[in-house]
């Protein structure tokens, strides 16, 4: 039987403990009565609200804050590397080190895991499900990778019902044994680290193998790589949804600017009208996983459809930061062209009148030269696209001597986009004060601090207006 390394320790130490993802599993870690600290190099308001949980922390992360007295078990995110001075000085020690992946499938040992994995779409389909699992009582647990508003990125729950935004990056995802999976989309990504699609669609398969006998995945239709990884899922129900294709389908569909309108049917006879609290195609498509889960838990058309209403979104998924002298400013986290285009087909949909401008900062050298192709092609909807230096993370130098953002500018125009290369936010933040003029509606997008732009320029806005 595969160990698990919480059920040994009650002192567990989280280096890299202020991270989206590392300060929730702190939260449930407490609620297990384990003993809790945690270092950080940069002090914030998570750890604050850490500390008055009760959990020691320490700021900066040295070595001399590990001792063999105060620490069973080690966990560390993936921003930690191996030189980091308390993850050498614990393996010097010989204390057990564990990564985060690995300590959320030992706490889904003891639950029943819902995890949503895929390309792109699992933030929003997964604050949709804990949404929807809140307003019908069920109080789930849940770890997200973005922050739900108004609620967060993690809760501790009172039920078994544990919520995980399921990542493939390194394959972390193989860490977990759900008895709900949802898969949204297999795309090219991460291509730092996987050889192809043959490749990503193997972990892939390897996930859904990991569900619980007896359990369900729930699977995107319209998806032909996800179709065909989950037809060979062995001794596990499925269920498919999709715009297109599926079992869970839906019609009808009708936009408005701060929400969307669609009959929803199961094996083509009509079951409900659901409004859903955001706008987009795309999470249409979302609601329609967020449905088939909530049937499956036994939740009602009635608790469905309170929860999909008033869902408000995730913190820089389509937000909107501010809107002055006629001029509206929105944010997002996309960094895959798929997810660009739809996000940009979103707003386009809900500012069908006015000129739209992008500012897209690509997101890792790797991932901007494999795709670039794609990445040309995602602008279809803006009218102005101003491209920054690529945020440098996880790539080597090699990478950043191979593609620059001069090149996808180059190749934007070559199909027929109106493009500028500008290298730092200072410089847009000036060029858009300088150009913007009301009803434009200004995007920034990308996993980097892209949102930068539009609060700077916000901000000058405001001088203006005063």
Known sequence: MKKNYLDEANRIHLIGIGGTGMSGLAKLLLDINKKVSGSDNTFSSTLKDLEKKGIRIFCPQEEKNVTGRNIELAIYSHAIFPDNPEYKKLLEKGIPLISYPQAVGCLMEKKRGIAIAGTHGKTTTSSLIVTVLKEAGYSPSF?????????GNSGVGG???????ACEYKRSFLNYHPEIAVVTSVERDHLDYYKDI????????????NVRKGGLIIYCADDANTSSIAGKSGNRNTVSYGLKKGEWTAANIRFVRDFSEFDCYFHEKREAKIRLGISGMHNV?????????SKHLGVSWADIKGGLGTYRGVHRRCELLGKIRGITLIDDYGHHPTEIRCTLKCVRNMYPESRMIVVFQPHQYSRTRFLLREFAASFSDADKVVVPDIYFVRDSILEKKLVNAQILVERIRKNGGEALYLPTFEEIVEYLHEIVRPDDVVLTIGAGPVNRVAEGLLSRLKERNN
């Open 159 to 165: 039920s078994d019902l544990l919520v995980v935004e």
């Open 143 to 151: 770890l997200l990778g973005g922050e739900i508003r108004g609620v």
């Open 285 to 293: 498509q979302n609601s329609l996983a967020v449905i088939a889960c």
């Open 198 to 209: 043959t490749d990503i669609k193997r972990s892939f398969r390897d996930f859904l193998g």
